[in-house]
């Protein structure tokens, strides 16, 4: 089964308006890790934010932040003031515990494009 | 600096050869991971490394080998026996059952 879904193929935003891309996971542990990367075209995969499954809080860092909702297994990315460097894919990411936190399961990936 | 270093970037092959490809990390990490990713699809795991010596089959093991004879290095070997090798790959490492992963650039590999 699908543990991460990511229902946007592909987005796009104005350069320096706000983006949210969706991302909803399927887990029956209690102790996991949700992670959202982005990976320009030179093929990198750069980490840019975490939030653990006990966290109260959202995720922030800088102009990203996680809009965590726990009861309907939803983590998505907010990106705030868009910039022309934001354009490129982004995956949503797991870590569940009763694997060990051995493995990390991805979604499909969004293709965000950023007008000027 | 530290990082994750991937050879080669880009790597040619003939059908029925097997190649190797380089992983190399001075972070000190235990964990390293090698994950396939394909146009358009998110990344799938092949092999996974908690220890020197230890190794453990991800979902898509079939037709490839690792070793891990030092901390640092995690290479990974596509064989013949894999049917469609043509693919974008990723190596990653991590610190033992915490955090993010940190990847290398990439190898992309094309079967002529």
């Known amino acids: 089964a699908q543990k991460i879904t990511q229902t946007q193929p592909g987005m796009f935003v104005q350069e320096k308006e706000a983006v949210t891309l969706d991302c909803t996971y399927d887990t029956s542990d209690q102790s996991y890790g949700l992670f959202w990367y982005k990976q320009p075209s030179s093929g990198e995969m750069i980490f840019l934010i975490y939030q653990g499954s006990y966290d109260e809080q959202n995720a922030t860092e800088g102009r990203y932040s996680l809009n965590f909702q726990k009861a309907r297994k939803s983590a998505n990315l907010v990106i705030s003031a868009s910039q022309l460097g934001d354009s490129a894919m982004y995956f949503c990411?797991?870590?569940?515990?009763?694997?060990?936190?051995?493995?990390?399961?991805f979604g499909a990936g969004t293709r965000l494009t950023v007008k000027p | 600096d530290g990082g994750i270093t991937q050879s080669p970037k880009y790597l040619f092959r003939k059908e029925g050869q097997n190649v190797t490809l380089s992983c190399e990390q001075n972070l000190n990490h235990d964990a390293m991971y090698w994950y396939r990713q394909d146009p358009g699809q998110g990344l799938r795991l092949i092999y996974y490394?908690?220890?020197?010596?230890?190794?453990q089959k991800g979902d898509i093991a079939e037709g490839y080998s690792v070793s891990r004879e030092k901390k640092e290095s995690f290479p990974l070997t596509v064989t013949s026996a894999q049917k469609n090798p043509t693919a974008f790959y990723l190596c990653?490492?991590?610190?033992?059952?915490?955090?993010?992963?940190?990847f290398g650039e990439g190898s992309r590999l094309t079967v002529l």
């Open positions: 490394s908690q220890i020197v010596n230890d190794f």
């Open positions: 990411a797991m870590r569940e515990a009763s694997l060990g936190e051995n493995d990390m399961r």
């Open positions: 990653a490492s991590s610190i033992w059952a915490s955090g993010e992963l940190f």
